[in-house]
């Protein structure tokens, strides 16, 4: 069998492939390539009017999901619902209960200025106004009224109870007593108990009588009281619209297309009447509960709470990158001043969704889940298409501590979940509402078809991202190199990887070497030199095992002949960085039933991927080889120098050639290496990490000393996906390191072994001299020398019994 041609080792972009001198002269893309599907499945969700068609962006980190998403929206949100603008204003009737004004965009940030320049003015103004000689003559003059009448009705009351002996005098404002007179003097207890009988009834009649006229007279005293009060706040409501009423009318003349502005001033006008001492009084408690909520404007009951302001009307689109509670729905801040705890309208505070409303708010799945109930609340949002700000604190405690609760928003938006796949499916499974919530997937590939179209559509790609991050413009040589290390990650020639990250971070580290070297465009090698310099930065711990294989503390053969054992190939992981490690498998063969021991299985260091590919190579001995009879012959199979846990199939077709070569007792060539899976029927199936795994080989042979003849053998479906370093391909073009392609067994067989597998012939027997043949062979002996010693005891049980 011919090893693979260098050719198809590797597929490199050619330079008639991009038709340009370098990404300087390529308009960038206003789009993340090859999401075309995702595209869709958003615009979709974005044009549909009704609730529910959320999105959830499933895809890989790095896939570009966001940039994608930003970039469309930018471009494509839909204006049908502009942004607004909202503003809690206090409500004068319940002011636990802030009412919500929903205005046109930049209208909330002008009506917060115009009520703060009204309340600056009114400050200065309204004192100076009560101050006034005027008003402080009719002030006077109405007291004065009041005073007169109050004394009048009660000297003539007095009078009269003076007429009849008893006293009217004042103990307290407002409290009165009536007395008999005993002469000039008021009666002492002893003096009216002195009176006779009949002369206390009388007195005491008197004094009830006058007690009656004195109740009804302080009945008319209250109604005038009210009547001054009212007079006075009539007084009051004057002074104040002398000076308010015009600026009043003024902010209600301009704001007359909103009919919530003008019923708020009015009600503004009617509260300063109550709240006088507001402007009238300098209150400490109001000072300092200003200064404590970092305002200092006064007075606040009459300003405004802009929630959240847009300048213009553009669709808002908020990305929350911490979405607690609070950041999410918005919450209530609290003042403490000498031992307790205030709060109003002006200390409550957006959240992400206040601030999206409208419009667009981007949140990753994972983040929203790990935060304690926001996926409920968000949920809750969504369902009742309204926003409340609820205290957190009072969901989570019984506390009935006293706060507000604003009235709450009409909510209009549309959420994008950004997550994977697991992610995803665990929702649909385990909520049900979140079918009805996120109506829209959003699915992001990750590779795209590599053909000469695509190729130029990457180098745009590529153009996009030097401009978004300012780097140094590439060489067509740069962009070439670029593709070829996309399609690296892909694991396919035909194909490329869509990982934006992935790319936008080669192409930060190559404008780093390239400033480094003074160049005035990225390069060709300033790419390999970043790859490179990445490789280096991250494989200590791979040098550090490819040491032990140097020192021989690991250990591998790559040249000889040896039963039973044979060089397989594994990809490890550290971080983030894969690279491809030789494993010698072993297999040894004793008298049995047949059974194949998993060493890996049974000390619970296998995968149960692994331990598959083991029962399906045993499946396929006993479909060989105990057809008819039972084979007689057990093995046991194991990784040795493994002390971590195996899993994946990859390294089945090794372990099924070890187990032949320890059957045959033919040797396996050391030189080789082997890597692919297998199923029942001998086919040789495909396995990942394939470029990784031939490289970590070739260095293990380089450690240990090149030959020429060492080599790699892989299923032939793979071709595809090899696109090998170029110190493999160096050394495959030299002849030094040879590639081969099996599709079955039997071609694995061969190439290490060194001689025919061999096909079954007549009576389902195998030619002599084959691989297969000779395990045949033994299997038979073993059979022969097992019916020769049936044979020879039941000989020797028929002579005891003669005997006998």
């Given amino acids: ?41 958003v615009r979709f969700a974005m044009a549909m009017p009704h609730g529910g068609y959320n999105v959830y962006a499933v895809g890989a980190n790095g896939l570009g999901k966001r940039t994608m998403m930003m970039r469309y929206l ?83 009351l007095a009078a009269e109870a003076r007429k009849k002996g008893v006293d009217l005098s004042v103990t307290t404002p407002g409290g009165y007593r009536l007395v008999g007179m005993n002469g000039d003097e008021p009666h002492t207890t002893d003096s009216f108990a002195a009176l006779a009988a009949e002369e206390r009834e009388a007195l005491e009649e008197k004094i009830n009588k006058l007690e009656k006229k004195l109740r009804r007279l302080l009945r008319r ?32 003349e301009k704001y007359q297309s909103q009919p919530q502005i003008v019923e708020h001033l009015e009600a503004m006008r009617e509260d300063m009447v109550d709240n006088l001492d507001i402007f009238l ?50 919450y209530v801040e609290n003042v403490t001043y000498k031992g307790t705890v205030f709060t109003d309208f002006s200390l409550i505070r957006p959240g992400s969704l206040h601030k999206a409303n409208g419009g667009y708010l981007l949140m990753d799945a994972i983040k929203v889940l790990e935060q304690p109930y926001v996926w409920d609340g968000l949920k809750r949002a969504l369902r009742s298409r309204q926003l409340t700000i609820n205290s957190l604190e009072r969901e989570l405690t019984f506390s009935g501590t006293i706060s507000l609760e604003p009235e709450p928003i009409p909510l209009e938006v549309k959420i994008v979940l950004f997550g994977d796949r697991e992610t995803w499916l665990l929702l649909q499974e385990h909520d049900p509402e979140f079918a009805e919530l996120f109506r829209v997937t959003a699915d992001f590939e990750n590779e795209m078809p590599r053909t000469p179209e695509s190729q130029s559509l990457y180098a745009k790609f590529i153009a996009s991202l030097v401009v978004e991050k300012d780097l140094l413009h590439c060489s067509r040589t740069a962009v070439a190199r670029i593709i070829e290390y996309s399609a690296r990650l892909a694991e396919h020639q035909d194909r490329l990887s869509l990982h934006a990250a992935d790319i ?27 790859l ?176 020429g003849d060492q080599g790699v053998i892989i299923p032939s479906t793979n071709v595809s996906n090899l696109m090998l370093n170029e110190k493999v391909m160096d050394a495959a073009k030299a002849g030094k ?37 000779a395990i045949q062979k033994r299997l038979d002996d073993m059979r022969a020398e097992e019916r020769a010693e049936q044979s020879a005891g039941l000989e020797q049980l028929e002579a005891h019994l003669h005997r006998q």
Avoid at 235 to 250: G, K, M, P, Y
Avoid at 750 to 758: D, N, T, V
Wanted: aromatic letters at 8%.
């Fill in 1 to 41: 069998m011919k090893p693979l041609a260098p050719s198809k080792l590797y597929k490199p972009c050619t330079q008639k492939d991009l038709p340009f001198r370098s990404t300087r002269s390529l308009k960038p893309l206003n789009e993340i390539v090859g999401q075309g599907r995702a595209q869709e499945a």
């Fill in 74 to 156: 930018d471009q494509f949100a839909e204006h049908e619902h502009s942004a607004e603008d909202w503003c809690y204003v206090p409500n004068y009737d319940d002011p636990r209960e802030p009412k919500v004004l929903r205005l046109p965009p930049s209208m909330g940030h002008q009506l917060k200025q115009d009520l703060e320049k009204l309340m600056a003015r009114l400050v200065n103004a309204i004192p100076q106004a009560f101050d006034n000689e005027r008003f402080l003559d009719r002030a006077e003059k109405l007291k004065n009224e009041y005073g007169r009448r109050h004394e009048g009705e009660l000297a003539k």
């Fill in 221 to 252: 005293f209250a109604e005038w009281e009210q009547e001054y009060t009212e007079k006075q706040l009539l007084l009051n409501q004057e002074t104040i619209d002398s000076v308010a009423a015009h600026l009043l009318q003024a902010l209600a």
């Fill in 281 to 330: 009084e300098d209150s400490e408690d109001q000072a300092a509960f200003a200064y404590a909520a970092l305002d200092r404007k006064m007075p606040r009951r009459y300003l405004v709470n802009l929630l959240v302001h847009h300048k213009n009307d553009k669709v808002p689109v908020i990305v929350e990158d911490n979405p607690t509670y609070h950041n999410l729905f918005g």
């Fill in 504 to 530: 936008a971070n080669l192409l930060r580290e190559s404008d780093f070497w390239a400033r480094q070297s003074k160049a005035r465009q990225i390069g060709r090698d300033h790419i390999d030199q970043a």
């Fill in 532 to 707: 490179e310099s990445a490789r280096h930065r991250s494989s200590r711990i791979r040098d550090h095992i490819y040491q032990s294989i140097a020192d021989g503390t690991t250990l591998l053969s790559v040249t000889g002949l040896v039963v039973g054992q044979v060089n397989a190939l594994s990809v490890l992981s550290t971080g983030g960085y894969e690279f491809g490690m030789p494993n010698r498998i072993s297999a040894v063969c004793h008298y049995g039933d047949g059974d194949i021991i998993d060493i890996e299985r049974d000390v619970k260091l296998g995968g149960s991927m692994h331990s598959k590919g083991v029962l399906i190579l045993s499946s396929w001995l006993a479909s060989h080889f105990a057809r008819t009879h039972p084979m007689h012959l057990s093995a046991s199979l194991t990784f040795e120098q493994s002390y971590s846990e195996v899993d994946g199939d990859s390294a089945s077709l090794a372990e099924l050639c070890a187990l032949i070569s320890a059957l045959s007792e033919i040797p396996i060539q050391q030189r080789f290496a082997v890597t692919g899976s297998v199923n029942q029927f001998g086919e040789v199936q495909p396995v990942g990490g394939l470029n990784e795994k031939i490289e970590g080989f070739f260095d293990a042979c380089e450690l240990k000393g090149l030959s």
């Fill in 737 to 773: 390191f040879t590639i081969h392609a099996v599709t079955r067994v039997e071609d694995a067989v061969e190439l290490l072994m060194g001689k025919a597998a061999g096909k079954a012939g007549r009576g389902k027997r195998y030619l002599k001299g084959t691989v297969f043949g």
